[in-house]
């Protein structure tokens, strides 16, 4: 199925029988799921009372689960300003008034080393040759697939500073997709300068505006430019765990 589109004022086609998945599964009771921010495990607990079972396994008639998880910490998920000001806005309501789909341009970087860091500066922009689009997903280097299971927590994982993401919000980027567990610094004092410059929070909010982190991006997958479905859990947070698809232009 081919979608025709006009952006910048030019006609674009996106495939849309092609579909490139960029979220991490959410897996619980032992098996391997990428974590940061120090928390335990996600469970999927069958439910259990008054003789019933939540597990066909056990002579249940359904299966039938208590899920805990953090959506911030446990894979993919995509948050809106709702997570740094003290009302806690919905991602739900802020997608409400989304499109569904969007240009995206996907590009590799690889962090710089600063002290004892690994920062992602705007300098790493010049060298970037395609247009940057309403969404920009980056896939930092090295890009192992470790990256699907990784436990992120007390590794001080690259972040990115104020003047990139300044450079984004100057080009008019309004979702950015990260394949990290933060765009800030894992012990920053509670700053989170980087989220503060993206959502230009509190002086010029951003409403409508997301941040997806813990996202993957295949190493076959070109840099360039893609038709973006990010699809978020309707859930009244902060955050939701999500589903960002990638369509391929022909």
Same mark, same amino acid.
């Given at each position: 199925?081919?979608?025709?589109?006009?952006?910048?004022?030019?006609?674009?086609?996106?495939?849309?029988?092609?579909?490139?998945?960029?979220?991490? @599964?959410?897996?619980?009771?032992?098996?391997?799921?990428?974590?940061?921010?120090? @928390?335990?495990?996600?469970?999927?607990?069958?439910?259990?009372?008054?003789?019933?079972? *939540?597990?066909?396994?056990?002579? *249940?008639?359904?299966?039938?689960?208590?899920?805990?998880?953090?959506?911030?910490?446990?894979?993919?998920? =995509?948050?809106?300003?709702?997570?740094?000001?003290?009302?806690?806005?919905?991602?739900?309501?802020?997608?409400?008034? /989304?499109?569904? /789909?969007?240009?995206?341009?996907?590009?590799?970087?690889?962090?710089?080393? /600063?002290?004892?860091?690994?920062?992602?500066?705007?300098?790493?922009?010049?060298?970037?040759?395609? %247009? /940057?689009? !309403?969404?920009?997903?980056?896939? =930092?280097?090295?890009?192992?697939?470790?990256?699907?299971? $990784?436990?992120?927590?007390?590794?001080?994982?690259?972040?990115?500073?104020?003047?990139?993401?300044?450079?984004?919000?100057?080009?008019?980027?309004?979702?950015?997709?990260?394949?990290?567990?933060?765009?800030? $610094?894992?012990?920053?004092?509670?700053?989170?300068?980087?989220?503060?410059?993206?959502? $230009?929070?509190?002086?010029?909010?951003?409403? *409508?505006? =997301?941040?997806? !982190?813990?996202?993957? @991006?295949?190493?076959?997958?070109?840099?360039?430019?893609?038709?973006?479905?990010?699809?978020?859990?309707?859930?009244?947070?902060?955050?939701?765990?999500? $589903? %960002?698809?990638?369509?391929?232009?022909?």
């Amino acid at each position: 199925m081919i979608c025709q589109f006009t952006w910048n004022g030019e006609v674009h086609q996106a495939d849309l029988s092609q579909a490139i998945d960029l979220s991490l @599964v959410l897996a619980g009771n032992g098996k391997a799921n990428p974590s940061a921010w120090y @928390v335990n495990d996600p469970t999927m607990v069958p439910v259990r009372g008054e003789g019933f079972v *939540g597990a066909v396994a056990e002579g *249940g008639s359904v299966n039938f689960r208590d899920i805990t998880f953090n959506p911030h910490g446990h894979g993919t998920h =995509t948050e809106c300003l709702g997570h740094i000001t003290k009302d806690i806005h919905s991602v739900d309501a802020c997608f409400r008034n /989304l499109p569904s /789909l969007m240009p995206c341009a996907v590009m590799t970087l690889t962090p710089q080393e /600063l002290g004892d860091d690994h920062v992602l500066d705007a300098d790493l922009l010049d060298n970037v040759s395609s %247009p /940057l689009g !309403e969404a920009v997903a980056i896939r =930092t280097t090295p890009n192992g697939n470790d990256k699907r299971t $990784r436990a992120w927590s007390n590794t001080n994982p690259p972040y990115f500073t104020v003047a990139f993401i300044d450079r984004l919000v100057q080009s008019g980027v309004k979702h950015l997709l990260v394949d990290l567990p933060s765009v800030d $610094r894992e012990v920053d004092g509670g700053l989170l300068e980087a989220h503060h410059a993206f959502w $230009r929070v509190p002086d010029k909010p951003r409403h *409508g505006c =997301t941040i997806t !982190e813990f996202i993957h @991006v295949p190493d076959e997958v070109q840099d360039g430019l893609y038709l973006l479905n990010l699809q978020v859990a309707p859930m009244d947070n902060d955050a939701a765990i999500s $589903r %960002p698809v990638l369509h391929p232009l022909v």
